[in-house]
């Protein structure tokens, strides 16, 4: 157990809808990164935030969404979902403060667009 | 369990043997790599990292060797066991980014 939450494991929705994915990190870390990962492309990084602010961005989508709350939980908007948006989300966390730490990772939100 | 990358190279050894598993990464400015492991339906997981000021660095049964002249990594795993059969990562950091890239990943198979 890597002590990083996501939920829910599983999602499936229909075309054009929006979801929430929710993260939370390992006590006592302070950045979240979010990641996706799709069949035929790897883990591609999405968003990091620090303590509440975005701290870096990636290959997000327009319709992607992200923000991180007081008590560092973190949630993933998608909306006017496509079916290409299918996929396995991962949230990380690591400790905050040091640029080169390891990033401790959760299970997984497994979405399914139909 | 799910698929991870139906599409991945992978690398069958014999129980026992060791394996070895390679990455090139992109960016010459990295300068901390991670190696991670991942099963089937999991997150995944960290093995070992290494900072680029290190050629080698190693842990219980892995090794990580780097070479920055030709910007390659690759990860020893000794007496490979049937518990190693994953995919492997390996992902790039540059400081002041806090952006990991990763690799594709490599699958391991291990033969009984």
């Known amino acids: 157990d890597s002590g990083v939450t996501q939920t829910p494991k599983h999602l499936i929705t229909a075309t054009g809808q929006r979801v929430t994915l929710r993260c939370s990190p390992r006590?006592?870390?302070?950045?979240v990164y979010w990641y996706q990962q799709s069949l035929d492309q790897g883990l591609q990084f999405l968003i990091q935030y620090y303590n509440g602010e975005e701290r870096a961005k990636g290959n997000i989508l327009e319709r992607f969404s992200a923000q991180q709350f007081p008590d560092l939980h973190s949630e993933l908007n998608l909306s006017s979902l496509e079916l290409g948006d299918s996929a396995l989300y991962f949230c990380?966390?690591?400790?905050?403060?040091?640029?080169?730490?390891?990033?401790?990772f959760g299970q997984g939100t497994r979405l399914t667009v139909v | 369990g799910e698929s991870v990358g139906l599409h991945l190279p992978t690398l069958s050894v014999q129980e026992g043997d060791n394996s070895i598993i390679n990455c090139a990464y992109s960016n010459s400015a990295s300068d901390y790599f991670i190696w991670y492991k991942q099963e089937s339906g999991k997150g995944p997981q960290f093995i070992i990292d290494?900072?680029?000021?290190?050629d080698k660095r190693q842990g219980q049964r892995v090794t990580v060797l780097l070479n920055k002249t030709v910007k390659h990594l690759s990860l020893q795993i000794a007496a490979t066991q049937p518990g190693d059969s994953a995919v492997y990562f390996c992902?790039?950091?540059?400081?002041?980014?806090?952006?990991?890239?990763f690799g594709t990943g490599t699958r391991l198979k291990v033969l009984a």
């Open positions: 290494i900072r680029s000021n290190m």
């Open positions: 006590s006592g870390d302070l950045s």
């Open positions: 990380a966390s690591s400790v905050a403060g040091t640029m080169n730490t390891e990033a401790f």
């Open positions: 992902a790039e950091l540059t400081s002041g980014t806090y952006k990991y890239i």
